[in-house]
């Protein structure tokens, strides 16, 4: 990985020396469409081998080769006046109807913008990414760590919290769906496409023939409504082989709710939406009015069961808040558990986000057609030794062992309790319940606490009299 961990640290450092781009979020943005251009250049030269009838929707003077691949071509104000008039104007209003890759190009430029201002210092960045060969299974794989290496950074950048979920988290919650060829897969809210690469690498394994390969490709789907986010997928898709990513850039939460038809349900949905964020005004009015709020995971929580087929299987990331809201959240859970068979809650501990944030979260895992008679729940322990997860030690995916060898035996122990439906409903929907295995600190009865408070006091106050003498003493010498 040497190699192309030195090419992007060359890159960065070039494009720190360009007065256009403005912090780290322009600088990761504008590496990732180059990135992108360099990607959809070597996927062509693929295709056009695989099938010599393949025509490039990008015209002739704009492909990647006849303008960036000459190390000693365009440069300065000429590259410039090429990139900014002729490069981006043209592939903002490709033609659509030149085939699904015309779509994707445009889809990923209508959004996206060049901040780099120096001709030279762009050439020398088209240099350092020419280096790298994306039809080399070493430089792709390769890549796809670095991937997250730049998500990583982008979330540094205070951009994108809401794009990554840990890969560890993303993994166990595909391995416990256990998506099978030909099942539709979406991610409503797919950000960066962790989930729907994750989902990708457990198919793979089921292929045995070509033509599964595009059965693959058409029951993968994600949408996402920011462009740096869906540029990210977009390329992380092309990385995993899907010659068209059947990733959308629009905001689901925008369409009516009583417009999703039979058609439109899925078999499996995989997801972490946006929580603790706040939907533009009348994107509430979409939804029948006992669901209608602005807070987006909750809006993503009606719309998942609405998504559905009966049968249909889900793993949903969401907040505590969730769990013990009122009001409108009530009504989702009611309608939750009515509608569906929450099964299973996994709760996480503190610190699995960090440190993009510190908002405890939980896995709910649900199937759509019968309804929940009870739940069960796991708490997550921390391995031995950790205290909290971090940056340098995240969550990994061997810690979920525990809980993939429970998951068929579902037998009460310390970390694993069963919740009857009518508890949960005598407790008006409140799904936060704690650990009844733990042991309570024994805190005292109410006079020991008060006896307690009452010498700690006592202490405090001994302690001030003699820093109050000290000083005295101190001022009379």
Same mark, same amino acid.
């Given at each position: 990985m040497s190699s192309i961990t030195s090419i992007i640290k060359s890159v960065r450092d070039i494009m720190r020396k360009d007065t256009g781009v403005d912090g780290d979020a322009q600088r990761i943005s504008q590496m990732v469409w180059m990135?992108?251009?360099?990607?959809?250049?070597?996927?062509?030269?693929?295709?056009?081998?695989?099938?010599?009838?393949y025509q490039s929707p990008v015209p002739e003077p704009l492909r990647w080769q006849n303008w960036a691949e000459d190390d000693e071509g365009l440069t300065g104000d000429e590259l410039m006046d090429?990139?900014?008039?002729?490069?981006?104007?043209?592939?903002?209003?490709?033609?659509? /109807? *030149?085939?699904?890759?015309?779509?994707? =190009?445009?889809? $990923?430029?209508?959004?996206? #913008?060049?901040?780099?201002?120096?001709?030279?210092?762009?050439?020398?960045?088209?240099?350092?990414?020419?280096?790298?060969?994306?039809?080399?299974?070493?430089?792709?794989?390769?890549?796809?760590?670095?991937?997250?290496?730049?998500?990583?950074?982008?979330?540094?950048?205070?951009?994108?919290?809401?794009?990554?979920?840990?890969?560890?988290?993303?993994?166990?919650?595909?391995?416990?769906?256990?998506?099978q060829l030909g099942e539709t897969v979406l991610d409503p809210a797919c950000g960066t496409g962790g989930f729907l690469t994750c989902t990708i690498d457990h198919l793979d394994k089921q292929i045995n023939k070509p033509s599964q390969r595009k059965t693959l490709q058409q029951t993968v789907r994600g949408v996402e409504k920011k462009p740096l986010p869906h540029l990210l997928c977009t390329t /992380? *898709?092309?990385?995993?082989?899907?010659? =068209?990513?059947? $990733?959308?850039?629009?905001? #689901?939460?925008?369409?009516?709710?009583?417009?999703?038809?039979?058609?439109?349900?899925?078999?499996?949905?995989?997801?972490?939406?946006?929580?603790?964020?706040?939907?533009?005004?009348?994107?509430?009015?979409?939804?029948?009015?006992?669901?209608?709020?602005?807070?987006?995971?909750?809006?993503?929580?009606?719309l998942i069961i609405r998504l559905l087929k009966d049968g249909g299987r889900?793993?949903?990331?969401?907040?505590?808040?969730?769990?013990?809201?009122?009001?409108?959240k009530t009504r989702l859970k009611e309608e939750l558990l009515a509608r569906c068979n929450l099964h299973t809650i996994v709760r996480l501990p503190n610190g699995v986000f960090n440190p993009y944030t510190s908002i405890k979260t939980n896995l709910l895992f649900f199937e759509k057609g019968s309804p929940t008679k009870d739940i069960w729940y796991y708490e997550h322990p921390y391995p031995d030794g950790v205290k909290s997860y971090n940056k340098t030690r995240p969550i990994h995916i061997k810690e979920f062992d525990a809980e993939k060898a429970w998951w068929g035996q579902r037998k009460e122990n310390k970390h694993a309790w069963r919740v009857p439906l009518q508890d949960i409903i005598d407790r008006n929907y409140n799904l936060d319940i704690k650990n009844p295995h733990?042991?309570?600190?024994?805190?005292?009865?109410?006079?020991?606490?008060?006896?307690?408070?009452?010498?700690?006091?006592q202490d405090i106050r001994q302690l001030q009299d003699k820093i109050v003498a000290v000083l005295q003493n101190a001022l009379q010498a």
């Open positions: 990135l992108f251009l360099k990607i959809f250049a070597d996927q062509e030269a693929e295709w056009e081998l695989l099938n010599p009838d090429f990139i900014n008039n002729e490069l981006f104007p043209t592939l903002k209003e490709l033609d659509r /109807n *030149l085939g699904p890759q015309a779509k994707i =190009v445009r889809a $990923v430029f209508e959004d996206t #913008y060049n901040y780099m201002k120096n001709g030279t210092l762009f050439r020398q960045v088209i240099n350092e990414i020419d280096k790298i060969d994306f039809n080399s299974s070493k430089d792709r794989h390769l890549f796809n760590d670095l991937y997250e290496t730049i998500l990583k950074e982008l979330q540094s950048a205070g951009s994108s919290g809401e794009y990554y979920t840990p890969r560890a988290v993303t993994q166990f919650m595909v391995d416990i769906l256990n998506p /992380n *898709l092309m990385l995993h082989g899907f010659e =068209v990513p059947g $990733v959308k850039r629009g905001n #689901y939460l925008a369409r009516p709710y009583s417009d999703w038809g039979a058609n439109d349900k899925v078999d499996l949905i995989l997801t972490n939406p946006p929580f603790g964020g706040v939907e533009e005004d009348g994107t509430e009015t979409n939804f029948p009015q006992k669901f209608r709020t602005k807070e987006t995971a909750d809006l993503f929580l009606a889900a793993a949903v990331v969401l907040p505590d808040g969730t769990l013990f809201g009122e009001g409108v733990e042991e309570a600190d024994d805190l005292g009865t109410p006079e020991e606490l008060l006896a307690e408070y009452q010498q700690a006091e």
